[in-house]
């Protein structure tokens, strides 16, 4: 470690939380990001051709130029409409997979939203607990390389919600929006064996609610496309213009628009019944009138509840179900320790009435003599952003100081010794 102290009070260190539905970016000692941008990139070609004045029209440098790419990043140029845009997620997986892209997304962070050089700020990124030791490397070797950071780290995710949430030992139970992974931690340390998956999150929930909207025969159209619209009465035809537009909004961004339609529908409308989804019980329930972009109103009843029961009632996959096979894949002697904190984070979880149904589910399945607790913090910012939070906190403890990987050993060592010391 060189003389300088990297979490002093005057150099901040930044915190970068990578996921599907989007990537966190801020200082560490905060306590929410500056700010949250979409895991998409808008890709068009390039129109506007830079004339240069001397150069004659020659053939030979014609050809030379390679087509240049426009990339459009964050919400405000995503939701506009634009001729030949196609939206690139660079996550698959869990794991950044385009690294092109994701350079981009980085340098708009830096750029925008830090408004900093890289070379003055430690970073901490967060990873998933099954990220390959191949794309570790490459990740260190751009911070360093490219963004000539003083000073890098990585941690598991699911460490750091437990850290957000003041333990050091939990089962981590994280539900995004490509999956819902339970993740035991111990003292700081992600039990890599014991992690269990299942492909259901919130795309897998807005996929359901979008398949039973159509089904319905609702109009869909994102309000990017919408002009004006008037108010109708209840389940009455909506009446709404279209805007007009000289081209054909590619494919790929209007499945991301109408995804956004249908996460709009679900934040309001869908929640999950606290027992087994029950056709009666449900019909009990008021239902709940949701508006569509396109001015269309109507009530919602028990489809509610029965959207939602997808999280859950699955046999293998549901929350419950993997949240106990991981316990029971550890050690006996930690389990007690691992059941009285199971932490819930994530987006997906703010689905209403999750948290109570997850808590019901593992009751019933955890052994007589263990005790149960759940902790699922009560505000949003802290369950959407939990690994985020839980990298700031860690990123300016004093003790921590020490753990940082320095440019000096990157440049000693290089990239491979980021496996030990970032286990």
Known sequence: MSGMLYGGDEI??????????SLRVGYAQEDTPKAEIPAVVGVAPDDTLKIEPESKPDESNVSSTAPAWKYYID???????????????YMKDGMIENWDLFEKIIDYSYDKIIQSESQYHPVLFSECPWNLRQKREKLTEIMFEKYKVPAFFLVKNAALAAFANGRATALVIDSGATHTSAVPVLDG???????VKSP??????????????EHMGIDLTPSALIANKEVVRDKDKPKYMKKKLSFQPSN???????????????????QVSESPFDERIAAGFPAVQHEFPTGYRQDFGSERFKLAEVLFDHAMLG???????SAGMCDVDIRPALYSSVVLTGGNSLVQGFSDRLSRDLSSRTP??????MIAANGTVERRFGSWVGGSILASIGTFQQMWMSMQEYQEAGKAQIDRKCP
């Open 189 to 195: 340390y992600v039990m890599t064996n014991a992690v």
């Open 368 to 373: 007589g003599s263990l005790r149960l607790k």
């Open 75 to 89: 919400t405000t140029f995503l939701h506009t409409p634009r001729a030949n845009m196609e939206l690139h997620s």
């Open 252 to 270: 790929s961004w209007l499945a991301y628009m109408m995804k956004k339609t249908v996460q709009d529908f679900q934040q309001n409308v869908i």
């Open 12 to 21: 901040g260190a930044l915190v970068f939380d990578p996921g599907h539905h």
């Open 319 to 325: 929350a419950g179900h993997i949240a106990a096979t």
């Open 200 to 213: 259901l999150g919130g795309d897998y929930l807005i996929l359901k609610a979008r398949e039973m909207l």
